[in-house]
């Protein structure tokens, strides 16, 4: 997918390959298996199948993994998107555009919710109640039709593009002022304001409430659409070109100290005797201090993978490209991976983290190599 780069104007812009946005993606891929994968074996979390386990050592350093990547990883997605939604839009003009975003977006939306998540569903049930069912038998009585599981992520982004392409049409002005890139200063009062409407809006909407059907967590969504919106800033005045290293490093530094919060957020819940439930919302102050330490700490991740990423990792190869191009079906399609994978397990006489240490590597190659299959299907390529 070509970047943008150098805007020409504001109507013009250059493209060029930015191969490290690939390896990007694939890194976050890999994390939203890996999300996935801890929750099944008991961090917090809604998953299709779970089996957690109750070892407080293992708990810890699995909650930690959890909390740190929601922090960023579904938020860096955003963000990406809109950076190429800006440039392809101008590229191929509106209607060109909304078709396209219809079919990639659309299709795999209908397909996930009428065909793949009730077969989900299915193997799960078949397994677990070990009861003799066929599937025909097991859609006659299912009523979950209406679930985009884990493509609420595809169904709010078609959302947010649909509504960035209304304005353009509505306000058809758009400024020709640039804007400089962001500093660590800047980023980080960013972050404070992201962590303070989050703290607003999830007194209403905590974390882990559902808005159902189309399962988005509104808790989570004042990160998704500011992200959104900087990646449409980012691609406009060609942030990314201008970001610099020194940013990235001292963005990696922030990062790394807010990780240290860790065992003071334990030390305040303890001591203090407050409810665990506080840290996912409510009119507290542990949910604040949770909001702006979640923001804050994604942030800084996000910054510094693009900043160090653009100085290390903007090189291809072969591997590398095909591991790109199937991301978007590995996220598609990887349930199927990891709840055969713990289906297989299941029975397996061993503590739930042992089983984890098994099942995430297996997973992650598991659903990069079911992603290509599916890739070397014909006509696929032309939707995902």
């Given at each position: 997918?070509?970047a943008l780069t150098q805007p020409l104007s504001a109507t013009q812009p250059q493209y060029e390959k930015l191969f490290y946005i690939d390896n990007i993606r694939i890194i976050l891929t890999i994390l939203v298996i890996l999300h996935h994968t801890f929750i099944t074996y008991g961090a917090s979390g809604g998953w299709y199948y779970k089996e957690p386990t109750t070892?407080?050592?293992?708990?810890?350093?699995?909650?930690?993994?959890?909390?740190?990547?929601?922090?960023?990883?579904?938020?860096?997605?955003?963000?990406?998107?809109?950076?190429?939604?800006?440039?392809?839009?101008?590229?191929?003009?509106?209607?060109?555009?909304?078709?396209?975003?219809?079919?990639?977006?659309?299709?795999?939306?209908?397909?996930?919710?009428?065909?793949?998540?009730?077969?989900?569903?299915?193997?799960?049930?078949?397994?677990?109640?070990?009861?003799?069912?066929?599937?025909?038998?097991?859609?006659?009585?299912?009523?979950?039709?209406?679930?985009?599981?884990?493509?609420?992520?595809?169904?709010?982004?078609?959302?947010?593009?649909?509504?960035?392409?209304?304005?353009?049409?509505?306000?058809?002005?758009?400024?020709?002022?640039?804007?400089?890139?962001?500093?660590?200063?800047?980023?980080?009062?960013?972050?404070?304001?992201?962590?303070?409407?989050?703290?607003?809006?999830?007194?209403?909407?905590?974390?882990?409430?559902?808005?159902?059907?189309?399962?988005?967590?509104?808790?989570?969504?004042?990160?998704?659409?500011?992200?959104?919106?900087?990646?449409?800033?980012?691609?406009?005045?060609?942030?990314?070109?201008?970001?610099?290293?020194?940013?990235?490093?001292?963005?990696?530094?922030?990062?790394?100290?807010?990780?240290?919060?860790?065992?003071?957020?334990?030390?305040?819940?303890?001591?203090?005797?407050?409810?665990?439930?506080?840290?996912?919302?409510?009119?507290?102050?542990?949910?604040?201090?949770?909001?702006?330490?979640?923001?804050?700490?994604?942030?800084?991740?996000?910054?510094?993978?693009?900043?160090?990423?653009?100085?290390?990792?903007?090189?291809?190869?072969?591997?590398?490209?095909?591991?790109?191009?199937?991301?978007?079906?590995?996220?598609?399609?990887?349930?199927?991976?990891?709840?055969?994978?713990?289906?297989?397990?299941?029975?397996?006489?061993?503590?739930?983290?042992?089983?984890?240490?098994?099942?995430?590597?297996?997973?992650?190659?598991?659903?990069?190599?079911?992603?290509?299959?599916?890739?070397?299907?014909?006509?696929?390529?032309?939707?995902?």
């Amino acid at each position: 997918m070509p970047a943008l780069t150098q805007p020409l104007s504001a109507t013009q812009p250059q493209y060029e390959k930015l191969f490290y946005i690939d390896n990007i993606r694939i890194i976050l891929t890999i994390l939203v298996i890996l999300h996935h994968t801890f929750i099944t074996y008991g961090a917090s979390g809604g998953w299709y199948y779970k089996e957690p386990t109750t070892h407080l050592g293992a708990l810890i350093p699995m909650t930690v993994f959890v909390s740190v990547n929601q922090s960023f990883f579904m938020g860096f997605f955003f963000f990406l998107a809109a950076f190429f939604t800006y440039s392809s839009f101008y590229r191929k003009g509106t209607r060109q555009f909304v078709t396209d975003r219809l079919v990639r977006l659309g299709i795999p939306l209908i397909f996930y919710t009428f065909v793949f998540s009730p077969f989900l569903s299915f193997l799960v049930y078949r397994f677990t109640k070990e009861i003799p069912i066929s599937y025909s038998q097991y859609l006659s009585v299912f009523d979950g039709w209406i679930d985009f599981g884990v493509l609420w992520f595809v169904a709010a982004l078609l959302l947010f593009t649909l509504i960035y392409v209304l304005s353009r049409k509505l306000f058809r002005t758009w400024t020709q002022r640039s804007l400089p890139v962001p500093e660590t200063k800047t980023i980080l009062c960013t972050a404070l304001l992201m962590g303070c409407i989050s703290f607003i809006v999830r007194i209403l909407f905590p974390v882990g409430w559902v808005l159902k059907p189309l399962g988005f967590q509104l808790g989570h969504f004042t990160q998704y659409i500011f992200l959104f919106t900087i990646g449409l800033l980012a691609a406009k005045n060609n942030w990314l070109e201008q970001l610099s290293y020194r940013t990235g490093k001292q963005m990696l530094g922030v990062a790394i100290v807010l990780l240290l919060f860790f065992p003071v957020f334990f030390l305040i819940r303890t001591k203090l005797h407050m409810p665990i439930e506080w840290y996912s919302g409510g009119f507290n102050g542990l949910s604040l201090l949770y909001s702006v330490w979640e923001q804050s700490i994604g942030m800084s991740i996000i910054i510094a993978f693009l900043a160090i990423g653009k100085q290390y990792w903007n090189t291809s190869s072969l591997a590398l490209s095909y591991l790109s191009r199937c991301s978007f079906a590995v996220y598609i399609f990887h349930p199927l991976t990891l709840i055969a994978l713990s289906m297989v397990f299941r029975n397996w006489n061993a503590d739930p983290a042992m089983k984890l240490l098994v099942v995430a590597p297996l997973g992650v190659a598991g659903s990069f190599l079911l992603g290509f299959l599916i890739l070397a299907l014909p006509g696929v390529k032309r939707i995902i």
